[in-house]
DNA sequence: CTGCATTAGGTTGTGCACAACTTAATCGAG
DNA sequence: CTCGATTAAGTTGTGCACAACCTAATGCAG
């Protein structure tokens, strides 16, 4: 038994890696990593968004942000543009391209999902809440 | 209700990354870095390590531990020494100064843990074992 | 209308995480 | 004993994560 068995923070960091490793796998035919297919899977579901509301919904700044988005912009799945009613936005949209990998892409966190097996819709809503709780806590602490 | 919020993944990469924002808080005063932290952990429960029997304990390559623990020896928490019996094998050790930090820093995880809402010791298991299998059917999965 | 505070996004620097590769030591079949 | 295979660790290059800082546009008090 290792020590790092007892450790709550070990097996979270542990899965987390398990699982980007799963989409990197997934992903490879498409070379795009999992925070970028997040960005892509929010651009599917909500359209158009802003730096600001990618960084809103997943928790990251500008200065993960900014980067990665120009490497889906160089990869030809998104366009940026900067706002003309307020110059300091830049709002970020899927291109043809784009749009089109969702049929194909999109279901990927499902398969991850039955891969991890959480297909079980209570168990995976069980597990999500709880770990959002645990999120929660950890960012009210300080 | 974000797109994100139905997915197993990203409460994973969530929770994953308020608990490194946890530790680094707590580290600051030592400039400890969350994988650094547990470097030392299985150096004061377990002893003497090489750079293999660490990467087996946290899953890492020794392309992230070789520097990691170059980083840790610049520091003065570790020693590095090539093995005489085979010189292929890195052993690290801790130096005084790194077995004097124990008393002080092995705790945090316990503290993250209570933070986190997770002191009770059932409740604690059992989200390790949930997570352990999942990591465990992802890696398995190719 | 002016000028300072705020806001959005970008840049720089550090440290992981990991793939792909290199180097050097050890092992082991013949 | 020899030499090709294996093993341990290190190096290089890419991409995230995040702190600290910068720039430019906007907002707003006076």
Redesign the interface.
Known sequence: M??????????????????????R?LLEPWGLT?PQY?VL??LW??GEQTIGSLGD???LDSGTLSPLVRRLEQAGYVVRARSSADERVVTVGLTDTGMALRTEVAPV?TR??A????QDDDQ?HR??A??????A???H??
């Not at 709880?130 to 999120?135: A, F, V």
């Open positions: 290792a020590v790092t068995d007892e450790m709550v923070c070990f097996s979270l960091y542990s899965a987390a890696r398990a699982t980007t490793q799963a989409y796998a999992y997040l899977a929010i579901m909500e919904a997943m928790q966190h991850i999902a891969l991890a097996g959480m995976r597990l999500i709880e770990l959002q709780q645990l999120t806590r950890l960012q602490a300080h």
